[in-house]
Each structure stands twice: as C-alpha cells, then as structure tokens.
C-alpha cells in the first residue's frame, strides 16, 4: 500500500516538474509539453479561430478587389470604344487629328493595363483624349 501511495505522489510531482516546462502559448516554440499544455487549455482553437478568421476576411477582400478589376476593364473597355467612335466621328466630320493625337490614340487603344491604379489612369486618359477629339468634330 504505501508502494502504490508512494507512486500516486511521485506521478503528481512528476507532472507538476514537467508542466513547468511549458514556456510559451506559441505552437511554433514546439516541444512536447507546450502542445500538450496548447491542446489541453484551448490555446490551439483558439489561435485556429483567429487564423480562419483572417483567411475569411482576406477572401472577402480578395473578392471585393477582383470585382473592382473587372468593373474598370470594362469600363476601359467602354472608354476605348467611345475613343474610337469619337476618332471616326471626327475622320467624319472631316477634321483631321494629329500626329501626336494620332500617337495618343494608338496608344490608348494598345493599352491593357493589370492593375487597379493603371486602368483608373488609363480610362482617364481615354476620356480626356475622346473629349478633345470630339471638340474637334465640333
């Protein structure tokens, strides 16, 4: 009998020394002990939780910005059809451009920009250039 009390006492002890060696909440310290500590006091969900939760608002962002590109490819898309209708209503009207509005034409037309910054400049320069175009046609 005191054998079996005599190990009850050192199995707690035992567990006492080596719960101190838990030196962090971080699972990325590792060791044996901070997971068993981490799996058994919550840590583990909880950073889990706050990780999905990150990807689920990266996601939603992800997808606000990706619809935000697509409208302004097709607004780009729709500046540079007026650009062109613009150009021809000119030819038209019988006013020539030059060779400099020419080039800016071209230009506008060649461009495919990727990003949200370069399709906003770029539609603006299409606008500005179908504007003056059209002054011309009168």
């Given at each position: 009998?005191?054998?079996?009390?005599?190990?009850?006492?050192?199995?707690?002890?035992?567990?006492?020394?080596?719960?101190?060696?838990?030196?962090?909440?971080?699972?990325?310290?590792?060791?044996?002990?901070?997971?068993?500590a981490?799996?058994?006091?919550?840590?583990?969900?909880?950073r889990?939780?706050?990780?999905?939760?990150k990807?689920?608002?990266?996601?939603?962002?992800?997808?606000?910005?990706?619809?935000?590109?697509?409208?302004?490819?097709?607004?780009?898309?729709?500046?540079?059809?007026?650009?062109?209708?613009?150009?021809?209503?000119a030819?038209?009207?019988g006013?020539?451009?030059?060779?400099?509005?020419e080039?800016?034409?071209?230009?506008?037309?060649?461009?495919?920009?990727?990003?949200?910054?370069?399709?906003?400049?770029?539609?603006?320069?299409?606008?500005?250039?179908?504007?003056?175009?059209?002054?011309l046609?009168?």
């Amino acid at each position: 009998m005191k054998y079996y009390h005599f190990k009850t006492i050192g199995s707690a002890a035992m567990f006492m020394v080596l719960s101190a060696c838990v030196t962090s909440e971080d699972p990325g310290d590792g060791g044996f002990f901070n997971g068993v500590a981490g799996a058994s006091n919550g840590t583990y969900d909880a950073r889990v939780a706050e990780r999905e939760t990150k990807v689920q608002s990266a996601q939603a962002e992800n997808a606000r910005l990706t619809a935000q590109l697509a409208g302004l490819r097709s607004e780009h898309s729709s500046a540079k059809n007026a650009l062109i209708q613009a150009r021809a209503k000119a030819r038209a009207a019988g006013a020539s451009l030059t060779p400099s509005q020419e080039n800016q034409v071209a230009a506008a037309l060649r461009s495919n920009p990727d990003r949200v910054e370069s399709l906003s400049k770029a539609i603006a320069d299409a606008r500005r250039l179908t504007e003056s175009i059209a002054r011309l046609a009168g």
